[in-house]
């Protein structure tokens, strides 16, 4: 294989990566808030995607539908805090994922009654033909992808370290009831997680579907990578998610390169065993840290 | 409850699920008293502690501060009503800054209020030590600091009363005395005081009033100085087991 074959293998990893990278975080900033693992999370990336499908569709200019997609995904993602798992946050760990998982289930079919069952695409933001680079084609898509996760990851590092609502929340995730003590609405913290884990799912879904589309059932294969992403990184690390998302990526790109198209799908499951057995607080995270 | 108490507890009850801890607990605090709060492990102190400050929800009593009834209010509440506690094992924000938990501390406060910075100063003038640290994660520092910490933290509240839960615990003597330094400052200052501790001696000797508490149900109370003179204390409290710590 030659070098520049290799890069395009590398620049598919990681415009692949980046998609895991936004879900992770949205993993990440849940399990942050809650401990908990919010397996609804593939299905915000679903919705990002159908939802900026439907807007356009109903004539608003690209980048506003695309907006539009994502607030509205996010208006989802509080919803679905408030009316699904606050009632029952008492309840335990072990209730609340079951939840997601039933939350994820509801959106799924809901999405596939309301918007039907076709596979749906929107243009992409900057037409026009990839852009070569030291051999390598770069779709323009891929581009915005990278521009867009760039810019959601240092907008959320800014929130996290620079804001006093960013400290609440890294409050929060430490321990509640220290929080609590120091005065931080612990369930508003909670809610704003899911409100912004739910945008990120969606800019991804979104910014993915003018290469591979969308559909009401995209959510399961982007949630389980986001998670593997995740996991890999170190849940509960914003930076190490990220990370670990372009990390997946790039693993499953080169396996299609050195191995076969075949296995593609199954590095994420492989990794999140590996990970899980041998070194579970991820490659970055250190170890879990006690939740109250 | 006397009517100039800050504090006051009325027969409160609380515990864990179907477990009942707490029977019928009453102690009350005056405006600028420091009152100790002492007893054996597992007596209910911290159960104690946690519902006073919200994080339990009693079953049954009334709890007062400065007159207005708080009883099963939420912690997030509790400290802009004035009440702060210092808890067990101090619960820190560990990778997070000195300076990030001390902000923290002040959570509770409007964003603009000018008396934060003020207040930022105080602390640091009481614990020059948490400067130095300023920039460091709490959990790098050194049991006393960490205390410390705690400590300053829950000040930056600008609470009326404070909740100390064993603040000597696992302390050095010299870092223990310059803990009760400054609460002492702070009480002349007129914060009221609720402290919890085991080492009976340390803090009967400080207190102005003192209450035992035995499984729990309130024992006995008294000034300090009745406390320590009493058999029952003598015997049990401050036996041979308990020897004084300088
Ligand atoms: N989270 C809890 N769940 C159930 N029981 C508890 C819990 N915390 C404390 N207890 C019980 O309540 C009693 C009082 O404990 P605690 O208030 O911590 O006492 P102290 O602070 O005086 O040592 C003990 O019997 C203890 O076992
Ligand atoms: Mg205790």
């Known amino acids: 294989m030659g070098s520049a074959e290799l890069l395009q293998y590398v620049v598919a990893g990681f415009k692949s990566g980046a998609i895991y990278a936004l879900v992770a975080l949205g993993f990440t900033l849940v399990y942050g808030s809650t401990g908990i693992i919010n397996f609804a999370q593939g299905e915000f990336f679903m919705l990002g995607g159908v939802l900026s499908v439907f807007y356009y569709r109903l004539g608003l200019p690209l980048l506003l539908a695309a907006l539009a997609g994502v607030v509205t995904t996010a208006g989802v993602g509080l919803a679905f805090e408030r009316l699904a798992l606050r009632p029952r946050r008492d309840a335990g760990a072990l209730v609340l994922i079951i939840i997601t998982i039933g939350g994820s289930m509801v959106m799924k079919s809901l999405t596939r009654h309301i918007f039907g069952p076709d596979e749906a695409t929107l243009p992409e933001f900057t037409p026009g033909p990839s852009i070569a680079f030291g ?4 779709e323009r898509q891929a581009l915005w992808l990278w521009g867009l996760t760039i810019v959601a990851v240092l907008a959320l590092t800014w929130l996290y370290r620079k804001t006093r609502f960013g400290r609440a929340m890294r409050a929060c995730s430490l321990s509640h009831d220290a929080a609590r003590l120091m005065g931080i ?9 899911f409100g912004l884990a739910a945008a990120l ?9 003018p290469l591979t589309q969308t559909a009401w059932d995209v959510g399961a294969t982007a949630g389980m990578k986001g998670f593997a992403a995740a996991i890999l990184g170190g849940l509960g690390n914003p930076v190490a998610s990220v990370i670990g998302g372009l990390v997946l990526g790039l693993l499953e790109s080169l396996s299609v390169a050195f191995l076969s198209s075949t296995y593609k799908d199954a590095i994420a499951l492989i990794v999140l065993l590996i990970v899980l057995f041998l070194r579970p607080q991820g490659l970055i995270g250190r170890a879990r840290r006690e939740k109250v | 409850m006397t009517s100039d108490s800050i504090l006051a507890v009325e027969r409160l009850s609380a515990g864990y699920g179907r477990v009942a801890v707490l029977r019928d607990v009453s102690v009350d605090l005056a405006a600028g008293e420091m009152v100790a709060l002492i007893g054996a492990n597992g007596a209910g102190k911290t159960t104690l502690l946690r519902s006073l400050a919200g994080l339990l929800k009693p079953s049954g009593g009334r709890v007062w501060l400065e007159g207005a009834d708080v009883t099963g209010m939420a912690p997030e509440r509790l400290v802009r009503q004035g009440m702060a506690l210092v808890p067990e094992g101090r619960m820190l924000f560990g990778p997070m800054t000195v300076t990030e938990n001390l902000l923290l501390g002040a959570h509770s406060r409007p964003r603009r209020d000018e008396s934060v910075r003020t207040d930022m100063d105080r602390v640091s003038a009481l614990f020059p030590v948490l400067v130095e640290r300023s920039s460091q994660p709490a959990a790098t520092l050194s049991g006393g600091e960490q205390q410390m910490l705690a400590v300053g933290r829950a000040l930056m509240s600008s609470p009326r009363v404070l909740l100390l839960d064993e603040p000597s615990l696992g302390l050095a003597p010299k870092v223990i005395a310059d803990i009760f330094r400054v609460l002492k400052s702070l009480r002349s200052e007129g ?4 402290l919890v501790e085991q080492d009976a001696r340390l803090a009967l000797r400080h207190a102005d009033r003192g209450y035992v508490m035995r499984t729990g149900e309130i024992a006995l109370a008294g000034t300090g100085a009745q406390l320590l003179e009493n058999d029952d204390v003598r015997h049990i409290y401050l036996g041979a087991r308990h020897d004084s710590r300088g």
């Open chain 1, 201 to 209: 799912g969606a800019l991804a879904g979104l910014a993915v579907t």
């Open chain 1, 185 to 193: 609405d612990t369930a508003r913290v909670v809610m704003v997680s």
């Open chain 1, 135 to 138: 051999g390598v084609a770069i």
């Open chain 2, 191 to 194: 914060l009221s005081i609720l």
